[in-house]
């Protein structure tokens, strides 16, 4: 599968090992509006490098897409991607309306080419396995789970329209879904309604940077979200000080975040210190062979705890922890063909494409956890119960 990327932000590099690993997969194209990122793309991959995502689409030598782009032009990208014959992978969030969303499962559909949804943290391999364990019935039936996230993201150097909600910015759109995917994918998907609080905490980051929800399943199981973008409390200090995409973590870097931005003197100065670290800038200094293999952990997002009647399940640093009536085991997963590991969307992708096969995430998935985000949004600032009317349930128990 000849992939092109149409993006080369910071998700494209933290995907392009795993897409790059992949026996089947050879990155062929990209598109970036900066000359730099195109230069070095060409000389890291040796493919062919476009100003637009008009031009990759148009190229003979792509078959399927990955839209990293901002979030507020992925509807467009992909609806332009799919009316070419490409198969799509799309960042989450899929989109910022269900409108979109409905337009861009349209697009592919009619175009006969898979849509990938995601990277999120549901295609980590420790969540799919403690999916297995809930549904394997092993631990009796789900009761609740709870998943918390304390981390520095409204507190990392920042564009425009990252901390302006309605162009996707701030945590619901950025950080949540990969919450509501975990919990939908443990819970079977179909999310009855919500109830949330969100808060903005800094003014100068006028963007929701916490929120606190609580979601019940029609199955009768509920789940509590909790996260917090503000670089105070790291709920990494709970998870063995493994941070989210599998590496050692020191935990004396914690606040840093914070205490650099506080530091920078203007506005201006934040935007310079955001481009320095773009792919390609002069100051970038990527890799992508990441740590050594043997120091490799599963990436995750906080703390996540699924309890059942006969059993607690934790995702760990390398898997599950069962907390059982026999006493506590760990059960090891896989870490993948690189670091970090993102193996699991590059074989979505390259299935739909060589196979036809309908990918676990796909669009309608995509469309459901949205729905959820902007419920999120919408029972913070209404204060009310959100009911839903667009989940649906994970098609294929295998993913």
Wanted: net charge negative; proline share 4%; charged share 25%.
């Amino acid at each position: 599968m000849r992939l092109g990327v149409a993006g080369l932000g910071v998700a494209a590099r933290q995907m392009l090992p795993s897409l790059a690993a992949h026996s089947h997969v050879r990155i062929t194209a990209a598109a970036d509006s900066r000359s730099e990122a195109r230069e070095l793309f060409e000389r890291d991959y040796g493919g062919q490098a476009f100003e637009t995502l008009e031009a990759l689409c148009d190229s003979p030598l792509v078959d399927a897409v990955y839209i990293a782009t901002p979030s507020h032009l992925h509807a467009r990208h992909c609806i332009t991607a799919a009316q070419r014959g490409k198969h799509v992978l799309v960042e989450k969030p899929m989109a910022l309306t269900l409108r979109e969303c409905d337009d861009m499962i349209e697009a592919t559909n009619r175009n006969h080419v898979g849509l990938v949804v995601g990277h999120t943290h549901a295609f980590d391999a420790p969540v799919r396995k403690m999916a297995r364990l809930i549904g394997s019935g092993e631990f009796g039936a789900l009761g609740m789970i709870n998943t918390w996230n304390y981390n520095d993201y409204i507190c990392r150097p920042r564009w425009p329209h990252e901390l302006h909600t309605e162009s996707g910015g701030g945590i619901i759109y950025n950080q949540v879904p990969h919450q509501v995917d975990i919990v939908r994918l443990l819970g079977g998907g179909l999310v009855q309604s919500v109830r949330s609080m969100a808060w903005i905490l800094d003014d100068a980051r006028p963007t929701e940077g916490s929120q606190l929800t609580f979601m019940q399943f029609e199955s009768g199981a509920a789940a509590s979200m909790a996260f917090s973008g503000y670089d105070y409390f790291d709920s990494d200090e709970f998870h063995f000080w493994i941070g989210e995409n599998g590496e050692d973590k020191r935990e004396k870097i914690h606040g840093s975040s914070r205490s650099a931005l506080m530091r920078m003197q203007s506005r201006e100065e934040e935007l310079d210190h955001k481009k320095s670290m773009a792919y390609g800038a002069a100051a970038y200094r990527g890799s992508a062979s990441g740590p050594a293999r043997d120091a490799w952990h599963q990436p995750h997002f906080g703390i996540t705890i699924a309890s059942c009647a006969k059993g607690d399940l934790r995702l760990s640093g390398d898997g599950v922890i069962v907390y059982g009536r026999e006493g506590r085991t760990e059960v090891l997963c896989d870490r993948g063909r690189a670091f970090p590991d993102r193996d699991k969307v590059a074989d979505e992708l390259y299935s739909a494409f060589a196979h036809g096969t309908r990918p676990a995430l796909d669009g309608s998935w995509g469309k459901a956890s949205l729905e959820v985000c902007l419920a999120i949004l919408t029972s913070a600032r209404e204060r009310r119960e959100v009911r839903l009317a667009h989940q649906v349930a994970m098609h294929t128990p295998l993913f």
